[in-house]
């Protein structure tokens, strides 16, 4: 299972949803469409988020870096393309520009762009750390910071495409497990600090879906020189082998309908734990129950096991209000 679990972690480099019950609010404001940015919009996941949100009636605008792929952005109806690599400041700052002069205002950032490094921590040159860290991290922080009064003025949305792999890591993930294990603490943060603003925040939690970051990964191995040679070859190898396998997984509709769900719904979830089978979510919930149990068995505080039921009872019932 300890093999099965990290090849999971590693298909962490994905994302789901899923649309919850209840009353969906219209994407109009106004006289014209909600208007949403979405970074790392090109391919996979947030690809399908765009094209879901512009076909729903939302307003577009789509981050890519590449010319062809703004091209084929600019082709789909309520999209406009902007160039925005999240690790420049100039290009968030011109995308700020491109949307306050469009003078739709902004109701929603889907932070998504994303890459993945998979290497043993022991091993990992910093600047692959860094690099891994620039986009996971700092990207949703720059991008957030940037567009965060144009979010505050129109009462918005927003939402940052996590993982289950920052709630599970393993031989390997380390450095994508840190990068959004730090996405789940910027998201409970950034909750708190935008409800005083009626800012609604939410995470997508994804499980094994298509993507681009699985070829992204080999591509970096490869241009960096990296071999399987070493006390992980093992490793490496089988992640290497699962990578090359993503493109088989299942499209990520899902994803785009958690994303929409997470504009729309009068009441989003802060999370949205978006699996394609219930052995991903089991997986999940039995990472988070195990760090229960060792933050509190054989330590000088801690409750008995009804204790802990209860306390689960309540934040069951806190969530479902």
Do not use: C
Request: neutral net charge; proline residues 4%; without cysteine.
């Amino acid at each position: 299972m300890r093999n099965r679990a990290a090849v999971w972690v590693v298909a962490a480099m994905v994302a789901v949803g899923s649309i919850p019950g209840g009353t969906v609010a219209s994407a109009q404001v106004n006289d014209g469409p909600r208007a949403v940015l979405v970074t790392g919009a090109s391919s996979g996941i947030g690809r399908k988020i765009t094209e879901v949100l512009a076909a729903r009636g939302y307003f577009v605008y789509a981050g890519a870096r590449k010319a062809q792929d703004m091209e084929a952005l600019n082709r789909i109806k309520n999209v406009q393309a902007i160039r925005l690599d999240v690790t420049v400041p100039s290009e968030i700052e011109a995308a700020v520009t491109t949307v306050e002069k469009a003078g739709r205002g902004l109701y929603g950032l889907v932070n998504n762009a994303g890459v993945a490094v998979i290497m043993p921590l022991i091993e990992i040159d910093e600047d692959d750390l860094k690099f891994q860290l620039d986009v996971n991290v700092f990207g949703p922080y720059r991008v957030t910071k940037a567009f965060s009064k144009l979010l505050i003025a129109s009462k918005g949305r927003i939402v940052t495409t996590g993982s289950l792999s920052g709630f599970v890591s393993g031989s390997m993930s380390g450095p994508y497990s840190m990068s959004k294990h730090a996405v789940e603490a910027f998201v409970d943060a950034l909750a708190a600090e935008m409800a005083r603003f009626d800012v609604k925040v939410s995470v997508l939690e994804p499980g094994n879906y298509q993507t681009e970051i699985g070829k992204s990964l080999l591509a970096r191995m490869e241009a960096k020189g990296r071999t399987f040679e070493g006390p992980y070859e093992q490793d490496m190898r089988r992640i290497a082998d699962f990578a090359k396998g993503i493109s088989r997984d299942a499209e990520p509709d899902d994803v785009a309908e958690a994303a929409f769900a997470a504009l729309s719904d009068p009441h989003p979830k802060l999370r949205y734990l978006v699996v394609p089978n219930q052995g991903q979510a089991d997986l999940t919930l039995r990472k988070l129950f195990q760090t229960v149990a060792e933050l509190n068995l054989g330590q000088k505080y801690s409750v008995s096991r009804d204790s802990l039921v209860a306390m689960l009872d309540k934040a069951l019932a806190e969530t479902g209000r």
